[in-house]
């Protein structure tokens, strides 16, 4: 059984940022790509970005391409997603997820097979 645990989100001002970091169990978790998303109330769970299983391959939402930066460490089991230029539109709850594949292209939800629980990140104008 796979487990991602997301760090703590926060509230953070207009043009502020902030790190998110999800930490996997599990000895395989350089197999396989992994992906952030969001989902607000009344708009349903939406991508934002992918990374392929050895951090070579990056794909963004064209809402947080420029802003949003998402790596990984496979030594550490954990995946990353740096925030910049954060907008009160990106508010919302962010998950982590894990991939079926090494990589996962299009964003699609049906692509990934495991997910975390979800961290509340508030950027206020």
């Known amino acids: 059984q796979v487990q991602l645990v997301e760090s703590r989100g926060g509230l953070v001002q207009a043009g502020g940022s902030l790190r998110l970091s999800c930490a996997a169990s599990?000895?395989?978790?350089?197999?396989?790509?992994m992906g952030w998303f969001r989902q607000t109330p009344g708009k349903g769970r939406e991508f934002v970005a992918a990374?392929?299983?050895?951090?070579?391959?990056?794909y963004y939402a064209d809402s947080v391409k420029g802003r949003f930066t998402i790596s990984r460490d496979n030594a550490k089991n954990t995946v990353y997603l740096q925030m910049n230029s954060l907008k009160p539109e990106d508010t919302a709850v962010y998950s982590c997820?894990?991939?079926?594949?090494?990589?996962?292209?299009?964003?699609?939800?049906?692509?990934?097979?495991?997910w975390g629980q979800g961290t509340q990140v508030t950027v206020s104008s």
């Open positions: 599990g000895r395989t978790f350089s197999d396989y790509g």
């Open positions: 997820a894990r991939g079926r594949d090494r990589w996962n292209p299009g964003g699609a939800q049906s692509g990934y097979d495991y």
């Open positions: 990374i392929d299983w050895n951090g070579g391959v990056l």
